[in-house]
Structures are given as structure tokens and as C-alpha cells.
């Protein structure tokens, strides 16, 4: 440091001989000379003080790695406990298995294929509910939300049933169908029937008028008002009955696989629980949870292309 | 005023109301209104709010029918909507979830393109073409609206207040646009305004209508382009205010000249 300072300081005296070399004509000029070598001083002095343990950037970098690992943390630190109480023999395996067994029982079934089978399974059904569902309730919504007379026929029924939880339904609905794959289906599609029904009736009749009416003076057939006007107008809607759907979709195939099912996630778990498999268990509670959230991003990412020219979704 | 025949434009139409009236249950909005507007003639409608000349622009639009007397275009009869009117509209009336360049090629086949691009160069948004409406500003949305409206080469432009969401500049700009793209088309116009400076500024003929019925039809010999600091301008766009205002002695205070540009001129940056 002190043979950094003697530079400096030589520097300066240098700058002083500059100086006297070169005198300065005016005033102002000597004195903007002199400010000048004041603030190559003060900096240079800052530098030497500094340069040898220096800590700031690296500092800077452990604590952006700390802010985005600091949310990590407790869930982190819950498995670690999770686990160690479960090898030290504090946690019975019947209540909560280890988590790096729970690891084990998902790469054995996704191994022997097992895992696939039931994931697809569950997936068709709830797909194919939410398509017969959601597509009456579209279709419906549509027309309903399109032409007054049907609203006034329809409308006011569809909005009494509503009022029924689907899940209330569980009794009447294996009277009917007993307790087969049409049962699940049947309240799959009820249950996603309504979100979509209701947003997509309350889209078209908030499609902005004056549109519409600029539409029909721009020559616009019926069919080319309602593909360019009316549904892209009510597109925004839609897509949040649909996530609504998504939401209930999942919960309702739950219910409903856990109640009986022959194959699928639900089967899976009901079957392990038999046998207290709990790490099997605790695979199908997770494998839903991220079905959940696929359905969740997909339906995002639908919103993220067809609203792209919504500046709220940009 | 007809248009010369160097224009090359199409044309415009022969608007005539004779004894036109209309009604929405028991209140009269417009009665008895005779009307005559030459093809190509530039015609400004003006008066106060709820007077009954937007319910006139709609008749002529056919997107309402009158119910009484009668409303030619070319000597046909009005009845709904027709090919060869077109309309802008108060607010611009671009779907948000197309781009401004399939705005403006709303209802023409996949072969507009290429005009549509055309017209929006002319409205000066030839490098906007892939822009979301959302981000453009209100005048630039309104010239998209026009350009959407001129893409149909419509023989009867209707203009409802169009620029009447528009700060000073802009309109001024708007008004010099609408102008030259009326010269180059030779479409027969028709805007309503509550503006007496825009309509002095842009119509062969300023209309009052006061009531429900016609109070006024004063033809504007100014030549074009028009410049607002001119004296006479001013007087005629005086005259015109005071009896929109019904002010029986025009009193000296009534200084509308506040918007007009100095004698030099002024350049409106875009």
C-alpha cells in the first residue's frame, strides 16, 4: 500500500511539473488544472484503499445466489428433515414414507411401465370429460350468448342447476351408471360444463357493440361477423372459464377415481393403500399435482398466443 | 362544389333527403329535413349534442331506415346498408386482436392485401402495417379507420365526429389528411361535427341542424387549402358559432381564434 501511495504521490508531483512546465495562460485555466489533479488524487487514493481485498463483486454474486435460493430453503430443509427422521426411525414409514423411497417407488413404476399406463388413463379420462363437458358448454354458451330466444329458454334453467355441487351428485350418479367409467365421465363433464358455459355466455354479450356494428356497415356476412368479431371478442373469457375447468377437472377425477376405479392414478393409490404402500401413495398424490400444473401451463400458454394482442398478456 | 376530372379517384354520389323524418317512439328526432349533396361534395353537419345529426348520418348509412320521406343515393332508395358508403366512426373501431394491416383489410378477400398496404402508406402508416391497435396512438388509430373505411373506395364517406377524441395537433394534421385523400378519391363526404372550426375548414357547406330540422345551409367560398388565421375564416366561422349559440348580437369577446397559427404558418411534426 505504501509503495502504491509513492506512486500516486509521484503521479501528482509529475501532474505539479506538468504545471510548471506548462504554466497556464489564465486564471481559469490554472484552476481548472488544479481541480483536475484534486480529483486524480481523491481517486487514486480511493483505488489503493480498496484493490487489495476487494469484496464487493464477490459479495454482490453470494447474495443474488442466496436471494434466489433463500425461497428453496425451507421446503430444502423440510425433506432433509423429512428424510433423516425417517432413516433415524422417529418417522414409521405406515405414516409418511422416506422421500428418496418415494423417489425409488416412482423410477420402479415409470421402469416397469406401470406409472405410464395408469398416468394415461387418468389423463384420457379427464380429457375426454372436459371435451364432452366443455364442449356443451361452449357450444351452449355460444348459442345462448348469441340468440336471445334461446337464452330465454335455456338460460334460466342452466343457472338453477348450477347450483348443485357435481360432487353432490356421487349417490344418484352410480344408481345410474353404477360405478363404471361412464360414471367418472359423467361427473367430469358436469362439473367442467358450467365455467365454461357461463364465461363464454358472458363473452359474447360483453363483445363491444360498436364493433359489431362497424362489422355489419364493413360488409361482413353473419358468419364472417361472428368468426372475426364476435368470438375473438369473447376469447378472453373463454379461456378463463377454461381454466376454471382445468381447476375442477382435476378434483373431480380425484373424487372420483379414489371412490373406484379399475386402472388409473387414483386406482394406483387406492390399491397401495391395501397393501400400506405409502411411498406408492404419496407417488399418485404427486403425480396429480403435476398434472394439475401441466394442465395449468397449457392452458397459460394458450392464453399467451391468442391473446398476444392484449396488452395485458403481453 | 364538383371535383375537377383529373381526379383519380371514384367518384362520388348524389345524396338527396326529401321531407326526412324520424321517430323513436314518440319523440321526434329529425323532421322534415330536405337535403341535396352534389357528387363529390364536401358537407359538414354541425350542431348541438342530441340535435339529431348523428340519427341523420345513421339514415344515410342505412343503418337505421327513416320514417318518414325518403333517402336516394344516386336517385335509388336507401335501404340498409350499402357497398358504396362507408363510415368512421367517433372512436376508431379496430379489433384488437388483428394487426393494422388486417384491419384495414377487414371484409376485402386475401387479394386486398396488397391495396390495403397501399392506403395505409397514403395515410402515412406504411411502416406500421404488423402493429397491434393497442399500441398506436389515438390519431394513429383513427387514420388506420380511415384508411380502412378508403381501402372499400367507398363513393359516400361518412364521418361521425371522428377526430372529436383528438388533441388540437393532432386534428389539424387529421383535417389536412381527410382533405387531400377527399381531392384524390372525389368520394362525396359527409362529416358531423360539433367543431364549427373543422367543419369552416374542411366543407364546401356547413349545415346546422337545430331541433331536428335544418337551420342553417351556408355554402364556404374559401379557397384550398384553408388557412384558420385567415380574417375571413374567422369571420365565417364566427358567424356560424354565434348561431349555433343563438346569440342574437354577436358580442366581440368571443375569441375563437385562439387555436389558429401564427401568420407565418406552422409545421406540424407527425
Sequence with gaps: MTTLNTTADELVDKGDLFLDVFPPETDRERALALSHLANAEQSWAVNIALTPIDWRPLLHVLGIVLQRLLPWLVP????????????????????????????????????????????????????????????????????????????????STIQMVRNIPALALIPLVILWFGIEESAKLFLISVAVFFPIYI?????????????????RTYGLSRWGLYRQIILPGAMSSILVGLRFSLGLMWVILIVAETISAQAGIGYLTMNAREFLQTDVVLVGILLYAALGKLADVFAKGLEKYWLRWHPGYQ | MTQDNTSTGQGGVRVQARALGKSYGKRQVLQGTELLIEPGEFVAIVGRSGCGKSTLLRLVAGLEPATQGELLLDGQ?????????????QEARLLPWRRVLDNVALGLPESGKTAAAQVLEQVGLGDRQKEWPARLSGGQRQRVALARAL????????????????????????????????????????????????????????????????????????ARPRSRGDAHFAAIEKRILDRVLQREDPEPSVDTSWISPPAGGLRWAI
Design chain 2, 77 to 89: 332508395a336507401v335501404k340498409g346498408l350499402n357497398d358504396h358508403t362507408r363510415i368512421m366512426f
Design chain 1, 76 to 155: 430444502l430443509t423440510l425433506v432433509v428433515v423429512w428424510q433423516l427422521s425417517s432413516t433415524l426411525g422417529w418417522l414409521s414409514t405406515r405414516v409418511l414414507p422416506a422421500p428418496l423411497s418415494v423417489l425409488d417407488a416412482a423410477w420402479g413404476l415409470a421402469a416397469s411401465g406401470e406409472l405410464w399406463t395408469h398416468v394415461r388413463i387418468s389423463a384420457g379420462r379427464a380429457l375426454l370429460g372436459l371435451a364432452v363437458g366443455g364442449g356443451l358448454g361452449l357450444v351452449l354458451g355460444l348459442l345462448t350468448g348469441s340468440v336471445r330466444w334461446l337464452e330465454t329458454l335455456l338460460d
Design chain 1, 199 to 215: 364465461n363464454t355466455f358472458h363473452g359474447i354479450r360483453n363483445v363491444d357493440p360498436g364493433l359489431i356494428e362497424m362489422g
Design chain 2, 151 to 222: 381501402v372499400h373506395k367507398p363513393q359516400l364517406l361518412l364521418l361521425d365526429e371522428p377526430l372529436g377524441a383528438l388533441d388540437a395537433l393532432t386534428r389539424i394534421e387529421m383535417h389536412e389528411l381527410i382533405e387531400n385523400l377527399w381531392k384524390t378519391h372525389g368520394f362525396t363526404a359527409l362529416l358531423v361535427t360539433h367543431d364549427v372550426q373543422e367543419a369552416v375548414a374542411l366543407a364546401d357547406r356547413v349545415i346546422l341542424i337545430e331541433d331536428g330540422a335544418i337551420a342553417l345551409d351556408e355554402r364556404i367560398d374559401l
